[in-house]
């Protein structure tokens, strides 16, 4: 826009001429040199960027809301949310209406609401800047819908006529401020002692500023074009500022974002006809191979091609999300390794590494930790931050850095294995880990900007160990969304891949062999109402993949179980039971949170004061926990205790298959809420152990819940 403007004006914003009349009157004129053309090319880069602040604040609003339904289910989901901003209660209430901000937080809700410009604010209010910045907006807006152009404002200062003596300027008036036309008076002048065909020059001394000449009307010389536009960047920077503040300073987790390029990509499509541009004989020839699958590495991502009995499909696996700029790489990376595990994820497994004296000095374990419930990995980040050298210096290098890190990941084994550690969670709680009971796994994580393709040699450690991307690491966790999922895998292949990088492709192999097992025909505990279903432990495509809001509904029951208030209650406790919940497989949670929300929604469809009741129990192998998923129509002292029968007597049941005297079985029940606040209230409940229970009471128990 700036080049426009200055391309258009050349040197000069404006001609000049002087009139003057035979009584030494006369009249000095501006003459606009702004085309058409020019006005036409101008407005449209200025609607750009007035559609741009609009788009930028409107994402705030719809960004915090798909940030935070991992907490909260946003109603009404088919409706857009956006930046409501309004002129009069009246329409601010309308939008309201419309769920534009339903899901944002309520601090943010109450920026929105403080800056809306017909708020009458005193003087030096904080959110006056905020809701001039709105006001400017809407009336930029109203002139663009109008089919007004930007044009040229001119602002009369200090016009000055010269004149030889005798001669002398009597007076000289300036104009008001007004638009730069053809024939624009800047100051009206009358000399005294004029001699007709004498020579007078004059000068305009004006200010020539952009703006709808419409609403422009400065206040002051100060007032320009440039001073508004850059008060409402401000704002917009300030707005978006503010909404991060306040993202951050709410508990629990958030939603990763994905980025816009990788939005719908990180998905199987068809690989025929993609930006790929497969022919018919890459396809065949993919088919026809043994393993089935391809890999493509480009800079910046991995496209993996895979063959299957419905057609050969592509899937990208984007690079690592961008390090936070204000902190050192080394440091950066480290965060964004936690927050990745702290975000797809539970944040109540990721440890951060703590500082302990050693002698004169002090010693760091680990750059994070992840424990879910008896097992854990342990996590070291090596990062290069200095420029990148030769092919042969890089890969020296990162076999330098996995080396260390190995011995470093063997350390903190060591100090982890040798007595219970006092440690806090990514949640902030202070959390005891019994190192000496916990099953461990290192990892070593690799930040480059351009790893270079190296065999991974052996270091022994004792203990088993991966090396990863960064890219790798958060491929796991976007991929599976589960904290027990991703170290459950990081067991179970428990050696890195020969070539660094390769990660995904080993998933990719592993999941495809889960998808072609057999699956088991039958199982000795399965009575009369069970259902027989198996998934593969590894998906191909991401969880959720098919239902996300469904998947998403065990998370929000994990959020509220962690936030809730236990008073003086053991958080051990609470680590197990969020542990023994998210070890539900991945493969079973779309499908359970359909199943819940279609309770739901049936519940509510029933008369008021109907009872109602739907449950699911997921059997479980011998020495793990059981758990179990209800649905009641309200939550009252009979509800609890029927939710309780139901849960004696389900994990009562188990003794007919297992001892159960260390056995552990959990329940977790939702009934809906009608006040707006939230949808559901999520109470849990658990029984260790055996029960003591006669037989007629086990008789009444299976009877009452049979096929329920």
């Known amino acids: 826009m700036a080049e426009t403007w200055s391309a258009s004006l050349g040197e000069e914003p404006m001609d000049v001429s002087v009139i003057v ?42 960004e915090s809301v798909e940030m935070f339904s991992v907490l909260n289910r946003p109603r009404d989901t088919d409706r857009p949310r956006f930046f409501p901003i309004a002129d009069s209660n009246e329409s601010y209430q309308s939008l309201l209406a419309r769920s534009c901000i339903d899901g944002v937080t309520a601090d943010q809700a109450r920026i929105i609401s403080a800056s809306q410009p017909f708020r009458e604010l005193p003087d030096g209010h904080p959110a006056g800047p905020y809701q001039e910045a709105l006001r400017r907006l809407i009336n930029w807006g109203n002139a663009i819908d109008n089919g007004d152009q930007v044009g040229a404002w001119a602002t009369p200062a200090n016009p000055q006529i010269l004149v030889r003596p005798p001669m002398a300027p009597a007076s000289v008036t300036m104009a008001e401020p007004g638009e730069l036309t053809a024939n624009f008076t800047v100051a009206d002048f009358a000399i005294s002692g004029y001699v007709d065909g004498a020579n007078v020059e004059g000068f305009p001394g004006t200010y020539v500023d952009l703006g709808f000449v419409t609403e422009f009307h400065p206040d002051d010389l100060d007032d320009t074009f440039d001073a508004r536009l850059s008060r409402v960047f401000d704002a917009v920077t300030g707005f978006m500022l503010m909404f991060t503040a306040m993202a951050e300073a709410v508990p629990g987790a958030k939603k990763i974002l994905a980025p816009p390029k990788y939005a719908t990509r990180e998905h199987w499509q068809k690989a025929f006809g993609s930006a790929r541009d ?72 990721v440890f951060s590494p703590v500082v302990e004296q050693k002698g004169s000095g002090v010693r760091e374990i680990g750059d994070g930790i992840l424990v879910v419930g008896r097992r854990g990995a342990i996590v070291q980040v090596k990062t290069r931050e200095v420029a990148v ?28 294995t040798a007595g219970p550690t006092e440690m806090q969670n990514a949640r902030g709680r202070a959390i005891t880990v019994d190192g000496p009971n916990i099953e461990w796994v290192g990892v070593v994580i690799v930040e480059h900007p351009s790893p270079p393709t190296i065999d991974i040699d052996p270091v022994e450690i004792g203990l088993p160990y991966l090396v990863l991307l960064r890219r790798d690491w958060e491929f796991l966790f976007s991929q599976l969304r589960s904290t027990y999922a991703v170290v459950d895998y990081l067991h179970r292949v428990a050696m890195p891949t020969e070539i ?86 991945v493969g079973y ?30 059997l479980s192998e011998e020495g793990h926990d059981q758990l179990g998923f209800a649905v009641a129509s309200g939550f009252n002292e009979s509800t609890r205790a029927v939710f309780n029968q139901w849960l004696v007597e389900k994990h009562d049941k188990r003794r007919e298959s297992e001892n159960i005297d260390n056995a552990t079985s959990i329940g977790v029940l939702i009934t809906p809420r009608s006040d707006g606040f939230r949808d559901w209230d999520t109470s849990m409940a658990a029984v260790h152990g055996g029960v003591e229970l006669s037989d007629e009471e086990r008789g009444l128990f299976e009877k009452m819940w049979t096929r329920r």
């Not at 779309?590 to 129990?617: I, Q, V």
């Open 21 to 62: 009349n035979p009584d030494g009157t006369g009249r000095i004129l501006a003459h606009s040199v702004l085309g058409a053309e020019a006005r036409r090319e101008l407005t449209t880069h200025f609607t750009a960027c007035i559609r741009g602040l609009w788009a930028t604040l409107d994402s705030l609003v719809s």
């Open 278 to 349: 497969w022919t018919s004989g890459d396809l065949d020839a993919l088919s026809a191979s043994g393993p089935g699958m391809g890999v493509v590495t480009d800079a910046d991502e991995l496209t993996f091609v895979l063959a299957t009995a419905a057609g050969v499909f592509e899937r990208v696996v984007p690079d690592a999300t961008p390090l936070r700029s204000l902190d050192r790489s080394g440091i950066a990376a480290e965060m964004a390794v936690q927050d990745a595990a702290s975000t797809w994820g539970l944040p109540d497994f």
């Open 589 to 618: 949670r779309t499908d359970l949170g359909e199943y819940l929300l279609n309770a739901l929604a049936e519940l509510r469809s029933k008369a008021p004061g109907t009872a109602f009741w739907a449950a699911r129990t997921f």
């Open 500 to 585: 660094l990088g390769e990660e995904p492709h080993r998933y990719f192999e592993l999941a495809k062999a889960d998808s072609e097992a057999e699956p088991r025909s039958t199982d000795p505990r399965a009575g009369e109402s069970t259902v027989l279903h198996s998934v593969p432990l590894l998906p191909t495509a991401p969880v959720g993949d098919e239902d996300l809001e469904a998947h998403e509904i065990l998370r929000r029951l994990l959020e509220e179980i962690a936030n809730s208030e236990i008073g003086d209650g053991d958080e051990t406790i609470r680590q197990r039971v969020l542990a023994s919940i998210d070890s539900l497989p």
């Open 389 to 416: 050298g030769t092919p042969e210096r890089e890969e020296s290098w990162v076999k330098k850095q996995i080396a260390i890190a190995g011995r470093q990941v063997k350390g903190t084994a060591r100090r982890m």
